[in-house]
């Protein structure tokens, strides 16, 4: 790796056209296309059999097993007429990644020949070896049986690559006996629970047509594009998806004059092509845009079922990086890849609603509809303060780290922000001081002793970690590598517990003779007298705020990873997943275990990979740097001519700090004597980190006294700029 190896990357970066854009399609003409829709299911199975299916997929009802023969037989002929020669069971184990076996359509006869075949019990049910997926002590190294089995709810896609097709079935991923080894089965194990909860409280309000309550999610994709000649001259890159080593260009995002900037040509013809790929497969891509660091985009889909919502989002993700390849880029889903500018996030927009009520969070245009919302709104504030921890350790790694408490991103400390009107609303139902209001645009509660309230809640605050934005809220914390399950099963969870205790509250005070308006009134006061200080609108970014929110509201602050991860031992957190039906004690610390490991990992890969990059890349230029100044100031003293020494001794001392440091963080990770695992990663976030960190303060002021054509790495400017 040398300077000529930048000179020429950024020659081919620069010489490089664009691919063609094609002449987009119609919409209609695109639409899930690659999807076995309900319509073509309609299309090709007996109405029986559709019948049974349909009402699966709507109502959450149990699967008929013994009409798998009739779908798999006409998902079979619709993936083979689109060129599919396999298939897959697409699940998603507890590494965020997406896996998938293929097995081929074939069946050998016993004259030789073959035929394709797709029989009911292998859409079913799969059986992938599991043995080398972490399961945090689910299972043994030896005991490989893990099955697969198909989730009906989400439909079956036929994915397109250069090397073919293969008909994909979304699928849950369990041990032979019977736990939980992936993200999508508490999520479904979720939404049922809260879809229960949910029901009681409706009944309670009057409802006697109620349908399965789901969450709903939309996820906003944050990510970076780098030209793979930049990506593939940089091993940080390639191995850990960040920058390790980059001083900060003279330009960044100061100027605001990449945000909503016009898309740059390679790069729309990047998205277009991942928009098309996203409507074949019935992803509703909605919106698209420069973000705020140079470099940075943002994809956003339109709402969708939470489980649907969550397989779609491991979908977009595999597009990305996918489609990146075949326009020359590296997509970069890090949560930090570049220091000094803003990093990546993925915002949940998170809801819940059902086909006879519609979305739940909405604020309504009758009194009962606007006394519904405020019991279901009440209820996620409820449990937001009681699970607030929780919701930080569910967006915990090492990567999202680099985010959360920094100005870019929502601080660790988990508060909710409603909007100065709705917040005014919740604060005098719990003081009894109610204040009329004739502005326009308002709801009528139908109580007399409740305020009106305008539907548009107010401005949005980009620092709130949890912010009602109108009606849904907004789950800012979330990383942008990061599956959007496990935020959604602890969102679903907390809420499925609030919503029960809402249900047992109406019960209790009904049944003591109050009628309906005075118990949910007395239901919404008590949860503001004990849980008001989760509630926050200000600057979620000031020190005062950290301030007051641990010392005067008792908010937890958890700052690390390492911090928040144990909170998935807590009995409290035990008790709920538990009660609530969601993970069972040994689910739940498998996922410690796993997400521990992981945190763990990285840590000590990057570590590594610092020490390297720092000994046989940046050392050895800095060096003969050093050398080829030293012989300069020897001859030019030679011939009577004086120059400046000062910048060969910052050279030569930066270089001895720098491996000075790189030898305290070679020490520190030959460190294993760990009494626990909790020990462990407090090691990694409060010794190898810093040590990480005072490694690359020295490389990167050595980045800028070395000279340009010595420095080895593309630089942040060359990354960043050259498109």
């Not at 075949?117 to 893990?146: H, I, Y």
């Not at 390492?562 to 610390?589: C, H, N, Q, S, W």
């Amino acid at each position: 790796m040398s300077y000529g190896t930048r000179v020429q990357a950024i020659s081919q970066v620069t010489d490089r056209k664009p691919l063609p854009s094609k002449i987009p399609q119609r919409l209609e003409a695109l639409w899930a296309t690659d999807v076995f829709t309900l319509s073509k299911m309609q299309a090709s199975l007996p109405k029986d059999v559709f019948k049974s299916v349909k009402n699966t997929i709507l109502t959450g009802g149990k699967l008929d097993v013994s009409i798998a023969s009739a779908v798999a037989a006409a998902m079979k002929d619709w993936a083979t007429s689109k060129g599919a020669l396999y298939y897959a069971h697409v699940f998603y184990p507890m590494t965020n990644a997406t896996a998938e076996k293929h097995d081929g359509f074939i069946s050998v006869q016993s004259d030789g020949s073959v035929i394709t075949e797709f029989t009911g019990k292998v859409l079913v049910q799969g059986e992938p070896d599991g043995s080398s997926f972490p399961n945090g002590g689910l299972r043994s190294t030896f005991e490989a049986r893990g099955y697969t089995a198909w989730d009906v709810t989400s439909p079956a896609y036929v994915m397109e690559t250069d090397n073919g097709v293969t008909l994909c079935i979304p699928t849950v991923f369990i041990s032979w006996t019977g736990e939980a080894l992936d993200k999508k089965t508490p999520l479904l194990r979720s939404i049922s629970s809260m879809s229960k909860a949910a029901t009681r409280v409706l009944k309670l309000l009057g409802h006697t047509e109620v349908a399965p309550v789901n969450s709903s999610c939309g996820a906003e994709q944050e990510y970076f594009l780098v030209d793979a000649h930049f990506a593939h001259s940089r091993p940080d890159l390639l191995l850990t998806g960040r920058t390790l080593f980059g001083k900060p260009a003279a330009k960044g995002q100061q100027f605001d004059d990449h945000y909503f900037g016009a898309i740059p040509e390679r790069v729309q013809v990047f998205m277009q092509e991942v928009e098309e790929r996203m409507y074949r497969l019935g992803i509703p891509a909605k919106t698209r845009h420069n973000e705020v660091a140079p470099g940075q985009f943002e994809i956003a889909p339109f709402f969708e079922a939470a489980n649907v919502a969550s397989d779609h989002q491991q979908l977009i993700m595999t597009l990305l990086k996918s489609t990146a390849k075949k326009h020359g880029f590296v997509c970069l889903l890090h949560e930090k890849p570049f220091a000094g500018i803003n990093g990546s996030g993925k915002h949940v927009n998170w809801s819940v609603g059902n086909a006879t009520q519609g979305n739940l969070l909405d604020p309504g245009d009758t009194p009962h509809a606007n006394m519904q919302f405020l019991l279901f709104c009440g209820a996620v504030i409820r449990g937001v303060h009681k699970y607030g921890p929780l919701l930080r350790a569910v967006v915990a790694t090492a990567s999202n780290d680099h985010r959360l408490g920094a100005n870019e991103a929502p601080p660790a400390i988990i508060s909710v922000y409603l909007g100065s009107q709705l917040e005014k609303v919740f604060d005098q139902i719990s003081q009894g001081r109610i204040e009329g209001s004739d502005a326009p645009g308002l709801m009528d509660l139908g109580v007399d002793t409740l305020p009106v309230f305008p539907k548009d809640p107010g401005d949005r605050n980009r620092t709130s970690p949890f912010a009602f934005t109108g009606n849904r809220f907004e789950f800012r914390a979330v990383g942008s590598n990061q599956s959007v399950s496990g935020p959604l099963v602890a969102m679903n969870t907390i809420l499925a517990d609030s919503l029960t205790w809402v249900a047992d509250n109406l019960e209790s005070r009904m049944k003591a003779g109050e009628d309906l308006n005075t118990a949910a009134q007395g239901v919404l006061k008590e949860i503001m007298d004990k849980h008001r200080n989760v509630i926050f609108g200000g600057n979620g970014y000031s020190p005062e705020w950290h301030k007051m929110a641990v010392e005067e509201r008792g908010l937890a602050n958890l700052r690390t990873t390492a911090d928040a991860l144990p909170v998935l031992k807590a009995d409290y957190i035990e008790e709920l997943f538990t009660r609530m039906g969601v993970l069972t004690p040994v689910e739940l610390e498998s996922r410690f275990d796993v997400y521990a490991e992981q945190y763990l990992l990285a840590i000590e890969v990057e570590a590594k990979l610092v020490v390297s990059m720092a000994k046989t890349i940046i050392y050895p230029a800095a060096v003969r740097y050093l050398s080829e100044l030293s012989s300069a100031i020897s001859n030019a003293a030679a011939i009577g001519i004086e120059i400046n020494k000062e910048n060969a001794q910052t050279v030569s001392n930066l270089i001895k700090l720098m491996m000075d440091s790189v030898a305290k963080l070679s020490e520190a990770i030959a460190k294993h004597d760990f009494d626990s695992i909790e020990e462990h990663m407090q090691h990694s976030a409060q010794t190898i980190r810093p040590l990480m960190d005072k490694v690359r303060e020295y490389a990167d002021t050595l980045e800028g006294e070395v000279a340009d054509n010595f420095w080895p790495l593309p630089t942040y400017q060359e990354m960043l700029f050259v498109k």
